[in-house]
């Protein structure tokens, strides 16, 4: 598979009061972003578990967005507070399994940035398309 | 109480009463000059002269300051008052031959020319003091005085130099019986525009005539009380007792169910736009400051005037000020169109010789009726350039544009750039989120859009509703709206509202967290982590417990429980998992 015709796929973490409006308003409005990222709505981007990204790395993800509200609008207060510890956190654990950390990246979006989300999607499609395909071995054994 | 006889006719007064308040009583005239009701009386001018007879010895007294006496017998007409008022308003009308109610008296009296030698025939001061005593007394100021003696006695300030002491409120000119102080309005013209004081008149006014609730307030920058610490005088004329100095601003902590969010727009600035010359160029105004020019109840009566005081011959009405421009608001204000178009009909009916030019990108007439409005004002001669207003200038290039405002643009239907000369130019300044929308936002928990007004919460299926559960929003924070559309909405609000409270009950969101009791290990990470205080942990099961109402179903205690005990209702681990799953077999 020659690097041109790579499709990463990507998975998108989205908290439902910001970044998955973000996302519809992106939609509504009729912007074209990269159809590689398909969403998965959460209601706070605190929700986020550190193991959800692994899974999707794990079943073939090639990078994993997870989006909440800018800091100091969360519908829950600080639940995008608590999702960055944990993204600091599993950076470094994404390190220490050889993953790259660019293929995981947190992002504040907001209801009214359809724009911005089309913007993020776009260039994060384009990075995780420069970084190739994800090779990692898992060892075969089964989730759970 | 005391029994008194005035002209014949018996009154009982309260003790402490003056001759003359006594006299009022019985719709007994008496003149006076130097008496004002709410100023201590001084009885300067010994023009309320009257004759009273106390225990058989008759005396001449001044009525306004002499305090009537059980038995007194008062006449205010005899012949020797008359004669002796007589004499006094002539000595008067000599020594002030141009204060115009002294000149009433001496002709009610038939003097024509007093017989004493007049100094000055333009003085109009009478020496009475209301001034001196009102700057003391009401105002506390104590600012002018009276100096010098004999025939050289004068009212003003120490030194006959501008006072500190005066703090400019022009009581002494209001209270003046003769007109002898006048004052200047800070420009010395009557016509008030945009560089001139909008402000109000008074310090205690009713903000405006349509207020809701019709009641005035006092302007504390205003207000001598404020300055002095004296005055009162509205406390003094109101009958009701209603005025109170002491209040204070208070927080009132009020216990709502609902709350709808009306908190409106700001006005753009117009000054951030340089080229166009407003705050420069005097009669650029915007179009609140044209609306207050072209009511009834405002500074010119309800006259369009230039700041000269003269009547423009040519106007000019430019669109889109600070809407619809990259550099400023890149969205429409939607109502500036209607008032410009408004304002044209206006000035055509005003002053119908005056031409009038409006400035427009694109004319957006979409409302009911709207489109025919425009079309009366093509048929009234309203002339339309379509262009962008590139400057306004005074700089004059030709003769007949000497002394005018000069207003730059392309006229893209002609395909010319064009120098219009006028006299007048009205900004039709857009919309903008007022100024403390963050805080608001902020304090409600509600999203704004990219325009910074505030977010609905869907554009088509709940477009009164915010993010936050029991907030609606209504008027121009959530967009640029005009008149109808903004009662539409808070109408619609307000049912919503209504619609909650009717309910009585709250319909929560089902995606509450949970905790398993058999897989939960009470180690308590979840209870720190929530933001509502929704866990608590019982000591005695030795797990942590989720109160479902005041969970808001975030799923954060989910994310960090490490045995998987708390699971969120429809976001469970394993349904995301399935989720992540399915959506990348593909």
Redesign the interface.
Known sequence: MSNTSFEP?L?GFLCN??SY?GADLAG?ARMVYAPNI?I?R???S????P??VL??FR???DGVLISGCHP??C?????NY?ALR?YKLLLRLLDQLGIEKERCRLVWV????G?RFQQIVNEFTEQIRRLGPLNFKFDGGS?E | MINVIIDGKKIQVEEGTTILKAAEKLDIKIPTLCYHPLIEPYAACRVCLVEATLKGKTDLVTSCNTRVVEGMEIQTASPRVLQSRRLNVEMLLARAPAAEPVQRLAKEMGIDKPRFPIRDPQEKCILCGLCVRACEQVVGACAISFVDRGIERKVMPPFGEPSAACIGCTACAHFCPTGAITYEDKYGRKVIHSELYLGPSTAIRVPIRQAVPMVPFIDEEACIHFKTGQCKLCTKVCERQAINHEMEDEVVEVEVGSIILATGFKLFDARRIPAYGYGRLPNVITALEFEHLVNASGPTGGKILLANGEKPRAVGIVHCVGSRDENYNEYCSRVCCMYSLKFAHLIKEKVPEAEIYDFYIDMRCFGKGYEEFYHRLLEEGTKFIRGRVAEITDLALTKEEEGKLVIRVEDTLLGVVRRIPVDMVILATGLEPSLDHNQIA?TF?I????DMFF?ERH?KLAPVSS??DGIFLAGCCQGPKDIPDTVAQAGGAAAEALALADKGAFALEP?TAEISEELCSGCQICVG?C??NAITYDREKDISIVNDALC?????C???CPSGAAQ?KH?R?KQ??A???G??LL
Request: hydrophobic share 35%.
């Open positions: 796929r998975v009061w910001c409006t509504t398909r998965i959460v209601m706070c605190g929700r986020v578990d193991q959800f899974k999707a079943e073939g993800a100091g609008d519908h829950y207060q600080e639940g608590k944990r907001s209801a009214s940035e724009a989730h | 902020k928990n999203s704004c859009s990219q977010l554009p993010f936050s995606v982590l933001p509502f808001k179903g975030c799923g954060t989910v994310a960090a969120q976001f681990d995301i998992m989720e992540i799953e959506i990348l």
